[in-house]
């Protein structure tokens, strides 16, 4: 005898709500957190760094997602910060993976729990399955077996939180490190002032290019409703999904407490993170505009691991935002257009400073 398989269709939250009720002078919204759910599968006492952006995401997805849910968690500080002997953070069933394993992983929990409740060995309903690796694991390390998952369509959301570096192993670059980040592994000098040479891995389109029957979407810690919701989708979504999302790592990009979520929404503004969604049934990608276009250096100045940047650098960066904008289908403003040009960056070179915070600190 063969059971039904009864999955979850979990509601989305407004985006309108209390969150959207007061604008800042840009058209913002001022509260960054709406109504939240009460339960929290990720509950405090972890050991993470304060206004870690990682964490901060866990508790999102894991409140969006709910209780009836299982985690699987390849190595990172996802990992090593939440869990000691006999003891997790987790209010619901959480298991750790090897870093290149949390695609096949999640594979076999998927394909184990429709199994069983076809047999009528587990009741049902079909639980939230996920899996949340670093972009070390879901961009690098992991990215083959993450693949192997997404292609065969397994029903699991795979979250990649991406803070740009290998961050538990000492802040090494990872594929995900953006262009000039300095981290331990690429730290600026004589030969190489920019400290990192090559651009970041477009991880999410080549998912969403790669897997086109997939849910893939982007999102940040600056956007709680979004995350929230597209974590949402993901899980409905019948079959599989992928969400990469801007997590800031304090210890490693070297910023203020504090501007965790600012950060998040910086990135987008300065047009270096761009939000969308892609929708497999119309195989079309749905850009998210901002209200606000930021030179990069908004985004830049808040960090210590951009402290070396020279003039021509930032220019590079502005180059690369600018062609984001058009990608994402939005004009490129003049005053934008102008710092592409070294020439508009000299100040920073000329006043020796170019970030107000941290300047030389550094990951
Ligand atoms: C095959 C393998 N190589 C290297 C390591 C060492 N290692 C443990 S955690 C980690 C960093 C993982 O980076 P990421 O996935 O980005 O997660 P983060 O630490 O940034 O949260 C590394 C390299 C490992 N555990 N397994
Ligand atoms: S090193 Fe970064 S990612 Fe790791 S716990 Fe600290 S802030 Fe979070
Ligand atoms: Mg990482």
Redesign the pocket.
């Known amino acids: 005898m063969t059971f039904e398989v009864v999955r979850h269709q979990l509601p989305l939250f407004e985006e309108d709500g209390r969150a959207a009720a007061t604008d800042d002078e840009h058209g913002r919204d001022l509260h960054y957190l709406p109504d939240l759910p009460e339960e929290d599968p990720y509950a405090a006492g972890h050991r993470t760094c304060a206004g870690c952006g990682?964490a901060i995401q866990y508790r999102w997805v894991l409140k969006a997602a709910g209780q009836d849910t299982v985690v699987a968690g390849?190595?990172?500080?996802?990992?090593?910060a939440n869990s000691t002997y006999l003891c997790t953070p987790y209010t619901v069933p959480w298991a750790h993976t090897?870093?290149?394993s949390g695609g096949s992983f999640t594979s076999g929990m998927a394909a184990g729990y429709e199994a069983m409740i076809r047999k009528g060995r587990y009741p049902g309903p079909y639980p939230n399955i996920l899996v949340m690796?670093?972009?070390?694991?879901?961009a690098?390390?992991g990215i083959g077996s993450i693949s192997g998952a997404l292609y065969r369509n397994h029903d699991a959301l795979f979250v990649c939180?991406d803070?740009e570096?290998?961050?538990?192993?000492g802040i090494?670059t990872?594929p995900t490190t953006p262009y000039a980040g300095m981290t331990t592994f690429t730290p600026f000098g004589k030969a190489i002032p920019e400290g990192k040479k090559l651009p970041p891995k477009n991880l999410a389109k080549m998912m969403a290019e790669g897997h086109p029957h997939c849910y893939v979407a982007t999102t940040t810690v600056g956007y709680p409703v979004d995350l929230m919701n597209k974590t949402r989708k993901g899980l409905n979504h019948v079959g599989a999904a992928f969400l990469h999302c801007y997590t800031p790592?304090q210890k490693g990009w070297v910023y203020q407490t504090s501007m965790t979520v600012e950060l998040g929404r910086r990135v987008v503004e300065s047009g270096l993170w761009p939000v969308w969604e892609y929708d497999p049934q119309e195989r079309t990608y749905h850009y998210f505009h901002p209200p606000v276009q930021r030179p990069v250096t908004d985004y830049l100045a808040m960090q210590g691991r951009f402290g070396h940047m020279l003039p021509e650098h930032v220019a590079t960066m502005q180059v690369s935002a600018n062609r984001n904008w058009e990608t994402i289908g939005m004009d490129v403003p003049k005053t934008l257009r102008d710092l592409e040009d070294p020439a508009r960056h000299q100040r920073l070179h000329d006043e020796e400073y170019s970030m107000p915070l941290n300047r030389g600190v550094g990951a």
């Open positions: 990682p390849p190595t990172g500080c996802m990992y090593v090897p870093i290149a690796a670093g972009d070390g694991s879901a690098d390390i939180y803070n570096c290998y961050a538990n192993t090494q990872s790592c």
